[in-house]
C-alpha cells in the first residue's frame, strides 16, 4: 500500500494517530505504542510503502517489558517443572498402591487354595499358579517402592 500520511505525534499517551488516505483500505488505523517516539523515519505528507518503519520508539521500556517477559516464562517453566514432578510422584504413589492392593488378593488366593489343594479340593496347579502370582505381586511392590524413592 502506498499513500500520503499525515501523523500527529502524541508525545505523552499511549496512541499515535494516523491520518491514511489510500486506494487500498488502510491495514492499520492506530498503533499501542510501547514506549515514546525516538526517531521519527518519514515526512509529513510523504508517501510510504507497505512495511516502511515509519517511527521508532525508545528502547529502554521495551526492552525492560522484554526483560519482564522472559522472567514471568522463566518463573513459569519452573512452576510447570515442579508441577510435572509432584505429578510424577502421585502417579508412583498411586502405582505403589495398586500394587500393594495386587498383592493383597494375591496373599488371600494363596490362603483360600492351600487349605483346598492340601485336601486336594483343587489341583495343585491352581496354588502353584496362585503361588507364582503372590510372587510376581511382590516384586510389583519393590518396583514401585524403587521408583517412588527415585
Do not use: W
Not at 514506549?35 to 525492560?64: N, P, S, W
Not at 522463566?74 to 508441577?83: P, V
Amino acid at each position: 500500500m502506498t499513500g500520503a500520511v499525515t501523523a500527529e505525534l502524541l508525545r505523552s499517551c499511549d496512541q499515535v494517530a494516523l491520518n491514511v488516505r489510500s486506494d487500498n483500505p488502510p491495514a492499520i488505523q492506530a498503533y499501542r505504542r510501547l514506549g515514546y517516539t525516538e526517531h521519527v523515519r518519514f515526512e509529513e505528507g510523504a508517501d510510504v510503502k507497505q512495511g516502511q518503519v515509519l517511527f521508532e520508539i525508545q528502547r529502554t521500556q521495551y526492552e525492560a517489558s522484554l526483560q519482564s517477559a522472559r522472567a514471568q516464562l522463566a518463573k513459569a517453566q519452573a512452576d510447570l517443572a515442579r508441577a510435572q514432578e509432584q505429578v510424577e510422584v502421585l502417579r508412583s504413589q498411586a502405582e505403589l498402591e495398586q500394587r500393594r492392593a495386587a498383592l493383597a488378593k494375591a496373599q488371600l488366593d494363596v490362603a483360600r487354595l492351600r487349605p483346598l489343594a492340601q485336601a486336594r479340593a483343587v489341583p495343585q496347579v491352581d496354588l502353584d499358579n496362585a503361588l507364582a502370582a503372590e510372587q510376581v505381586t511382590v516384586a510389583g511392590v519393590a518396583a514401585a517402592e524403587a521408583a517412588l524413592k527415585n
